[in-house]
């Protein structure tokens, strides 16, 4: 492994972020040379890595293994302190000692994806053999791709079959890839706020955002690395405009209304006069702490380009055709981003092909982001459906040693 260049920028947690990219703190498997991924765009990725963390342990028949795959802006730090952030893990309320997704049961993997950040070959990524980053000389990946570079992470972890494969938002669109892509390696499926291909309205939203980036002066066409400067501004809009999707109106209302930041009386300027202003404007600049711009233009567009339904001829049923996988498919009544009706469509589908399904559609007013919060109705769904697939399975009840 090369060295890594100077520190980008003048803060302490640039220089933390950058260093993940290049030799992250958790697990991480190269690939040789001789073993390239394929793309869909037809190009051979050579020499890449991912970075992943496991939970638990592997069972002696190796049947107890759980992948989660981790949705646009997280990584693989779900239940753990995040290196960079010192947060907790993103999904510590699921993952854990005597949680619904139970280590003491279960062998949790998560991975970093392709185009990531956090050590998992992408754009920040140096080129093969040099100490030059790709930029945007990285081909343009795909969520099949993602899953792909999963698939041989699986293989070299010296699993054959995974238990359970759960993810939310992007999350979940890889759920779906891995159902049709790998049938018989996947025994229990459960894609969360999800839906089988992108819709207009949120390809609309992400070039918004990549806008955003690409019109930061910093942003240098892509090779801001070479200049030492990072474009923090215009990720940070892109990421505030994002992060309105994930919220609902009621819960905005709610948390925020109209309430005024450290104030009694408005300014008449265009200071954060409000408290929702002040929130967002924070979730930007903490988000640019631990997220590369090129990273979240790739991984954008890898969303953008999911239409499982195209890829099976427009009959997204045909994606799923012998399948033995049972799906238990869940939506949140909010979730504007991904509403209901496009989790029925990934339910009908599976229905016409007799499919082992079961669908949930979750009470809340939290919006898109109500899977990564406190939602007990969700977290019993998790724990029926992981409980009774477990019982077929074969594998020890909840609570058992």
Same mark, same amino acid.
């Given at each position: 492994?090369?060295?890594?260049?100077?520190?980008?920028?003048?803060?302490?947690?640039?220089?933390?972020?950058?260093?993940?990219? &290049?030799?992250?703190?958790?697990?991480?498997?190269?690939?040789?040379?001789?073993?390239?991924? %394929?793309?869909?765009?037809?190009?051979?990725? %050579?020499?890449?890595?991912?970075?992943?963390?496991?939970?638990?342990?592997?069972?002696?028949? %190796?049947?107890? /293994?759980?992948?989660?795959?981790?949705?646009?802006?997280?990584?693989? &730090?779900?239940?753990?302190?995040?290196?960079?952030?010192?947060?907790?893990?993103?999904?510590?309320? =699921?993952?854990?000692?005597?949680?619904?997704?139970?280590?003491?049961?279960?062998?949790?993997?998560?991975?970093?994806?392709?185009?990531?950040?956090?050590?998992?070959?992408?754009?920040?990524? $140096?080129?093969?053999?040099?100490?030059?980053?790709?930029?945007?000389? #990285?081909?343009?990946?795909?969520?099949?791709?993602?899953?792909?570079?999963?698939?041989?992470?699986?293989? &070299?972890?010296?699993?054959?079959?995974?238990? /359970?494969?759960?993810?939310? *938002? =992007?999350?979940?669109?890889?759920?779906?890839?891995?159902?049709?892509?790998? %049938?018989?390696?996947? #025994?229990?499926?459960?894609?969360?706020?999800?839906?089988?291909? &992108?819709?207009?309205?949120?390809?609309? #939203?992400?070039?918004?955002?990549?806008?955003?980036? =690409?019109?930061?002066?910093?942003?240098?066409?892509?090779?801001?690395?070479?200049?030492?400067?990072?474009?923090?501004?215009?990720?940070?809009?892109?990421?505030?405009?994002?992060?309105?999707?994930?919220?609902?109106?009621?819960?905005?209302?709610?948390?925020?209304?109209?309430?005024?930041?450290?104030? *009694?009386?408005?300014?008449?300027?265009?200071?954060?006069? $409000?408290?929702?202003?002040?929130?967002?404007?924070?979730?930007?600049?903490?988000?640019?702490?631990?997220?590369?711009?090129?990273?979240?233009?790739?991984?954008?567009?890898?969303?953008?380009?999911?239409?499982?339904?195209?890829?099976?001829?427009?009959?997204?049923?045909?994606?799923?055709?012998?399948?033995?996988?049972?799906?238990?498919?869940?939506?949140?009544?909010?979730?504007?981003?991904?509403?209901?009706?496009?989790?029925?469509?990934?339910?009908?589908? !599976?229905?016409?092909?007799? /499919?082992?399904?079961?669908?949930?559609?979750?009470?809340?007013?939290?919006?898109?982001?109500?899977?990564?919060?406190?939602?007990?109705?969700? #977290?019993?769904?998790?724990?029926?459906?992981?409980?009774?697939?477990?019982?077929?399975?074969? !594998?020890?009840?909840?609570?058992?040693?």
């Amino acid at each position: 492994m090369t060295s890594a260049r100077p520190e980008i920028g003048s803060s302490t947690i640039d220089s933390v972020r950058y260093a993940e990219v &290049h030799k992250p703190r958790s697990e991480l498997v190269r690939f040789p040379e001789n073993a390239p991924l %394929k793309l869909a765009c037809g190009l051979d990725l %050579k020499l890449f890595q991912i970075a992943y963390q496991t939970y638990g342990t592997l069972n002696a028949q %190796k049947s107890n /293994a759980v992948l989660i795959c981790h949705a646009l802006t997280a990584d693989q &730090h779900i239940a753990n302190v995040h290196p960079v952030t010192r947060k907790p893990g993103w999904w510590e309320n =699921m993952v854990g000692p005597g949680r619904l997704i139970d280590t003491d049961r279960f062998f949790v993997i998560c991975s970093n994806i392709l185009g990531g950040c956090m050590g998992s070959t992408g754009p920040a990524s $140096f080129k093969p053999g040099t100490q030059t980053p790709y930029g945007l000389d #990285f081909p343009v990946i795909t969520i099949s791709d993602m899953v792909d570079a999963q698939a041989r992470l699986i293989d &070299h972890l010296g699993i054959d079959n995974l238990f /359970a494969v759960i993810g939310g *938002s =992007m999350g979940g669109m890889q759920v779906l890839e891995w159902a049709a892509r790998y %049938k018989d390696r996947v #025994f229990a499926a459960m894609p969360i706020a999800t839906a089988a291909w &992108h819709s207009s309205q949120n390809i609309a #939203f992400h070039e918004v955002g990549r806008q955003a980036v =690409m019109a930061d002066p910093d942003w240098c066409g892509g090779d801001y690395y070479a200049h030492d400067v990072v474009p923090k501004r215009g990720l940070a809009v892109a990421r505030m405009a994002a992060h309105i999707t994930y919220l609902s109106e009621e819960a905005l209302q709610r948390k925020f209304g109209r309430s005024l930041q450290d104030r *009694s009386a408005l300014t008449f300027s265009f200071n954060a006069d $409000f408290q929702i202003e002040s929130y967002l404007r924070y979730q930007g600049s903490s988000f640019v702490d631990r997220f590369d711009a090129n990273s979240y233009l790739y991984i954008t567009r890898a969303m953008d380009y999911f239409d499982m339904k195209s890829q099976y001829g427009g009959h997204l049923a045909e994606a799923f055709r012998g399948t033995k996988t049972r799906f238990c498919v869940v939506s949140f009544t909010s979730d504007w981003l991904y509403p209901t009706r496009e989790s029925r469509a990934i339910v009908h589908a !599976l229905n016409a092909i007799a /499919a082992n399904v079961s669908f949930v559609e979750i009470e809340s007013d939290k919006g898109h982001d109500a899977f990564l919060l406190d939602e007990p109705d969700f #977290f019993k769904t998790v724990s029926g459906f992981l409980n009774a697939a477990a019982l077929r399975r074969g !594998l020890p009840a909840s609570g058992a040693a």
